[in-house]
């Protein structure tokens, strides 16, 4: 009983909880991001058809940073993800606001770097609501 009930709640734990930005807002900010990414579902199937310079952000929401499969991603974000990194909506956030400066405080490593050049100021929020809102599993 007791293994049950503590499969029960990693099982819950694992389930990242639903944004707080809005999912509609988070649709049109999302067209800044398409240049470099795309939102694919496992099948293949476009949801937001976009770059490849990027990861896929399918079910970004619960990933360990850095691991999206036969992707070449950038040392320090590896790096990232192997210290703990999982992107919930905070993190999320901060990491598109300036990504270089995440890096960089996350790893305290002044030669951190990021691949992702661009800076979304506002509506990070948003965009997080918008990808989980189409991500789900």
Request: hydrophobic letters at 40%.
């Amino acid at each position: 009983m007791k293994r049950i009930v503590a499969t029960a709640i990693v099982g819950l734990l694992a389930v990242p909880a639903f944004a707080e930005g809005d999912a509609e807002a988070g649709k049109k900010v999302f067209n800044k991001c398409k240049s470099c990414h795309t939102i694919a579902t496992p099948d293949g199937e476009a949801i937001a058809k976009g770059g490849k310079t990027g990861p896929n952000l399918y079910g970004v929401a619960g990933r360990v940073a850095g691991t999206y499969p036969d992707f070449k991603y950038g040392d320090s974000i590896v790096a990232a993800g192997e210290n703990g990194l999982v992107w919930d909506e905070a993190s999320f956030v901060e990491y598109v606001q300036d990504p270089k400066a995440f890096l960089k405080a996350n790893l305290d490593d002044t030669s951190a770097k990021s691949k992702m050049t661009f800076k979304l100021k506002k509506g990070g929020e948003d965009v997080f609501a918008y990808i989980q809102s189409v991500s789900a599993e």
